[in-house]
Nanobody, 121 residues
Framework: VQLVESGGGLVQAGGFLRLSCAAS????????RAWYRQAPGKERELVAA???????????YYVDSVKGRFTISRDKAKNTLYLQLNGLKPEDTAMYYC????????????WGQGTQVTVSS
């Protein structure tokens, strides 16, 4: 599985960005995808995740600091994961990584190379 992120950039506080993560390869067993971020000198943090259920709606998760500002979504036909970032704050500045997890796996198995988000005050 290969994951390629795009959409990062430099924005002013209050601005918005849309991150994309295109997946390719053997993705049939992927049932969870997520966005992590890591700021300089800080640990990697789970920002948002989306869990696919076979017969029901997807389940989403957000870390408290982004609730109401960020939205995770996916386009099944395009095998692409998105993260809409609204109301950006300087503390959102980080490298954002896309991750994917296979069914029955306990950890995220695949990672993208990251896309930088920088928010100026």
């Amino acid at each position: 599985v290969q994951l390629v992120e795009s959409g990062g950039g430099l924005v002013q506080a209050g601005g918005f960005l849309r991150l994309s993560c295109a997946a390719s390869g053997s993705i049939a067993n992927i049932n969870a995808r997520a966005w992590y971020r890591q700021a300089p000198g800080k640990e990697r943090e789970l920002v948002a995740a989306i869990f696919s259920a076979d017969s029901s709606a997807d389940i989403t998760y957000y870390v408290d600091s982004v609730k109401g500002r960020f939205t995770i979504s996916r386009d099944k036909a395009k095998n692409t994961l998105y993260l809409q970032l609204n109301g950006l704050k300087p503390e959102d500045t980080a490298m954002y990584y896309c991750a994917a997890r296979e069914r029955l796996s306990r950890a995220y198995d695949y990672w993208g190379q990251g896309t930088q988000v920088t928010v100026s005050s």
